[in-house]
């Protein structure tokens, strides 16, 4: 059956980075893109990016272009999102879900959140 | 970017009631919508894709229709068990904006 598995939950300090990884099985990884979502505390759902795992092109809104980065180990069929100079108003779960090869599309696989904390 | 607008923000209904939840893109999106439920503490689940097809699974009293900039999800019959909030994603384009959200109750 289709998982997306992600790490653990994490607390930084404003300045760090943070990557969360997004572990899969189940499915061709490379068959399928994968999204990022943030949800911050009592807030909605917030479309970060999208990376294409056949050939690792990536998008991603205005809103984090300078500071994500979104990566790929097609030998471990492994998404990460790294998301840098962190500051107080990112503590947010992040969540992974598989997508469209194309790029965007709805999901019905996700990870279960990766809290990220970022306080001084 | 197509921005995504949702109404009403929250709304309180009886069980049983019929529930609409309606959802605008700033430009066309074609039929390229999707609705979840997100429940307190838990992932997102996707309910309707395509604007109107419902996901393996998914009870019957939820539909959607719509095209265009102007969609709506309906509960047929609301339950106990739908208490949730409930969000829409276009995904015309490589970027899948969410709208931002309607939270449902029993009343």
């Known amino acids: 059956q289709v998982q997306l598995v992600q790490s653990g939950g994490e607390v930084k300090k404003p300045g760090a980075s943070v990557k969360v990884s997004c572990k899969t099985s189940?499915?061709?990884?490379?068959?399928?893109?994968i999204i990022w979502v943030r949800q911050a505390p009592g807030q909605g759902l917030e479309w970060m990016g999208w990376?294409?795992?056949?050939?690792?092109?990536?998008d991603s809104t205005q809103n984090f272009q300078d500071r994500v980065i979104m990566t790929t180990d097609r030998s471990t069929n492994t998404a990460y999102m790294e998301l840098r100079n962190l500051r107080s108003d990112d503590t947010a779960t992040y969540y992974c879900?598989?997508?469209?090869?194309?790029?965007?599309?709805?999901?019905?696989?996700w990870g279960q959140g990766t809290l990220v904390s970022v306080s001084s | 970017d197509i921005q995504m607008t949702q109404s009403p923000s929250s709304l309180s209904a009886s069980v049983g009631d019929r529930v609409t939840i309606t959802c605008r893109a700033s430009?066309?999106?074609?039929?390229?919508l999707a609705w979840y439920q997100q429940k307190p503490g838990k992932v997102p689940n996707l309910l309707i894709y395509?604007?109107?097809t419902l996901q393996s699974g998914v009870p019957s009293r939820f539909s959607g229709s719509g095209s265009g900039t102007d969609f709506t999800l309906t509960i047929r019959s609301l339950q106990p068990e739908d208490v949730a909030t409930y969000y829409c994603?276009?995904?015309?384009?490589?970027?899948?904006?969410f709208g931002p959200g309607t939270k449902v109750d029993i009343k």
């Open positions: 879900a598989r997508s469209c090869s194309g790029g965007s599309c709805y999901s019905h696989f």
């Open positions: 189940g499915y061709t990884f490379t068959n399928y893109g």
């Open positions: 990376i294409n795992t056949y050939d690792g092109n990536t």
């Open positions: 430009q066309g999106i074609n039929n390229h």
């Open positions: 395509d604007a109107s």
């Open positions: 994603q276009k995904y015309n384009s490589v970027r899948g904006t």
